[in-house]
């Protein structure tokens, strides 16, 4: 289901409202501190909404804002220092709150088919988790042993 550029837009606002809120009640960080990150994260998340729309590749929103993201956070980008230091106000989690809310909302409609194969869900949900925790784990035990951190 395609989204209008008016929900896409309705929903980043409602989304940096969030984030904004989650910052500074489970972090402390004022709004206003928080407004410039919130504001570049908003513009990148635009910013790959806006080229998937436009660009005919089967990628995800999402690999469109990370290499957006990348871009603007990269030694050779003009608004590097800014694009680091305004998102690195914004508490990790802080965003995930949203996420977890959307997800929770769109599940929401299909609880009679999660009921029906809920357990296999969760065996399968379980052994992603794991198997992801592991290979990340391992892949940053093995770069930070090259690079001789650790």
């Given at each position: 289901?395609k989204?209008?550029?008016?929900?896409?837009?309705?929903?980043?606002?409602?989304?940096?409202?969030?984030?904004?809120?989650?910052?500074?009640?489970?972090?402390?960080?004022?709004?206003?501190?928080?407004?410039?990150?919130?504001?570049?994260?908003?513009?990148?998340?635009?910013?790959?909404?806006?080229?998937?729309?436009?660009?005919?590749?089967?990628?995800?929103?999402?690999?469109?804002?990370?290499?957006?993201?990348?871009l603007?956070?990269?030694?050779?980008?003009?608004?590097?220092d800014?694009?680091?230091?305004?998102?690195?106000?914004?508490?990790?989690?802080?965003?995930?709150?949203?996420?977890?809310?959307?997800?929770?909302?769109?599940?929401?409609?299909?609880?009679?088919?999660?009921?029906?194969?809920?357990?296999?869900?969760?065996?399968?949900?379980?052994?992603?988790?794991?198997?992801?925790?592991?290979?990340?784990?391992?892949?940053?035990?093995?770069?930070?042993?090259?690079?001789?951190?650790?």
């Open positions: 289901m989204m209008s550029a008016k929900e896409v837009i309705f929903t980043l606002i409602i989304t940096g409202l969030g984030i904004l809120l989650a910052n500074f009640i489970g972090f402390h960080v004022a709004f206003i501190d928080s407004l410039p990150g919130v504001g570049v994260l908003l513009a990148i998340a635009l910013a790959g909404a806006g080229l998937k729309a436009i660009i005919p590749l089967k990628l995800p929103t999402v690999a469109y804002c990370s290499i957006i993201g990348l603007l956070a990269c030694p050779f980008s003009p608004v590097r800014f694009v680091i230091s305004a998102a690195g106000k914004i508490n990790f989690t802080a965003p995930l709150t949203m996420v977890g809310a959307y997800a929770g909302m769109s599940i929401s409609n299909q609880l009679k088919t999660f009921v029906k194969t809920g357990w296999r869900y969760i065996i399968v949900a379980i052994l992603v988790m794991t198997g992801t925790f592991l290979a990340s784990a391992l892949i940053g035990q093995i770069v930070l042993k090259i690079m001789g951190t650790i």
